[in-house]
């Protein structure tokens, strides 16, 4: 099966927080993306609500629920109780938990399976009991894989920070790309499936598809958000949803 996008909408709500007007609609922009072929959406509702509102969730729910059943919901975030109170409120199809502290302006480092396992162990268990998928954000170690394994995660979405910032740097981006290879195929062996995220473009995602061909899905925001300025929303995921086929 080809590699899915899900649309990361926090940049939208982001550009739309600087004022406080309705616009770009977070919903309008999600609707969007859906039709243009988006397998699903993302949203990371952080405590200070900076990107993503608390609000917005029920109303993307209902969005995806009427107007494109087979579409994904995905929700992000640190595995506090009030975090798993809105995933439990809003029934998303996955849940991807990140290791952040709530002052970081982004996710840029995933967990340390040893350190958290209880944590991750008694969450993963919660949250698949009332039928979600959990994917855990991960660094690119193949080392790492069996102990994410051991939580009774279903995915791990590989960190590709590093990978994206090799933008002007090819033999930079070889290594980081066989090492993200490495730790994908350590997955699959550990029984995992994976995703991806973060600095992903039309440009360096094709490689990382083909490389990694098992990879089940890709959560893109920042630099989709960026590519829609001049293709427009609907442009750009099809743009990406071309990158997800290696094209």
């Not at 929700?75 to 409120?89: C, H, K, N, T, W």
């Not at 440009?203 to 989709?224: D, K, T, W, Y």
């Amino acid at each position: 099966m080809p590699c899915e996008l899900s649309v990361n909408l926090n940049a939208v709500a982001m550009l739309r927080n600087r004022r406080d007007l309705p616009w770009p609609s977070v919903e309008g922009f999600g609707r969007i993306a859906l039709a243009a072929g988006a397998h699903g959406l993302t949203v990371h509702p952080r405590p200070d609500q900076r990107h993503v509102r608390f609000s917005d969730l029920p109303v993307l729910r209902g969005l995806i629920d009427r107007e494109f059943p087979g579409a994904e919901f995905n929700i992000e975030g640190y595995p506090s109780e009030d975090f798993l109170q809105l995933v439990l409120a809003n029934r998303p199809e996955q849940v991807t938990l990140v290791p952040d502290d709530p002052s970081q302006p982004t996710s840029d480092h995933g967990w340390d399976f040893a350190a958290h396992a209880a944590l991750l162990r008694g969450v993963v268990a919660r949250l698949k009991g009332e039928g979600m998928r959990v994917s855990l954000f991960a660094d690119a170690d193949p080392a790492i894989m069996e102990r994410a394994a051991e939580t009774g995660c279903d995915r791990v979405e590989l960190y590709t920070g590093p990978y994206g910032g090799t933008h002007s740097d090819p033999l930079a981006a070889e290594a980081w790309l066989e090492r993200l290879g490495a730790t994908g195929d350590a997955a699959q062996a550990a029984g995992l499936g994976l995703n991806a995220g973060h600095d992903l473009t039309v440009a360096n995602l094709p490689p990382l598809v083909r490389r990694l061909p098992q990879l089940a899905e890709v959560s893109i925001g920042h630099g989709l958000t960026a590519d829609a300025l001049e293709h427009g929303m609907a442009g750009s995921v099809r743009r990406f949803v071309s990158a997800c086929r290696g094209d």
